[in-house]
């Protein structure tokens, strides 16, 4: 099993940037892949960026692409997301998810809020 804390979330106007960084509580190099979603008041939950266990592979929804960076070290067992020119629209809580390459078992954060002001 593993643990996620998400942090970094915080209020920011249209324009600025912020960066989310998700921790786990044990070794996530090799065996899951990461996500970043966020879920809207009233929407359903939608997938932001993906990277594979590796790395070498991402992935990113059409709304956030050229804006938003994932990345992440496997060394010190964090995933982040870099998010630019951030727009009231990207308003949402977001959250992080581990899911294993084999068993598909899947792991959330808590979630942490970003309030983009116009």
């Known amino acids: 099993q593993v643990q996620l804390v998400e942090s970094g979330g915080g209020l920011v106007q249209a324009g600025g940037s912020l960066r989310l960084s998700c921790a786990a509580s044990?070794?996530?190099?090799?065996?899951?892949?990461m996500g970043w979603y966020r879920q809207a008041r009233g929407n359903q939950r939608e997938l932001v960026a993906g990277?594979?266990?590796?790395?070498?592979?991402?992935n990113y929804a059409d709304s956030v692409k050229g804006r938003f960076t994932i990345s992440r070290d496997n060394a010190k067992n964090t995933v982040s997301l870099q998010m630019n020119s951030l727009e009231p629209e990207d308003t949402s809580v977001y959250y992080c998810?581990?899911?294993?390459?084999?068993?598909?078992?899947?792991?959330w954060g808590q979630g942490t809020q970003v309030t983009v002001s116009s």
């Open positions: 998810q581990a899911r294993h390459f084999s068993t598909n078992a899947e792991y």
């Open positions: 990277i594979s266990r590796f790395g070498s592979r991402t």
């Open positions: 044990r070794s996530i190099f090799s065996t899951y892949a």
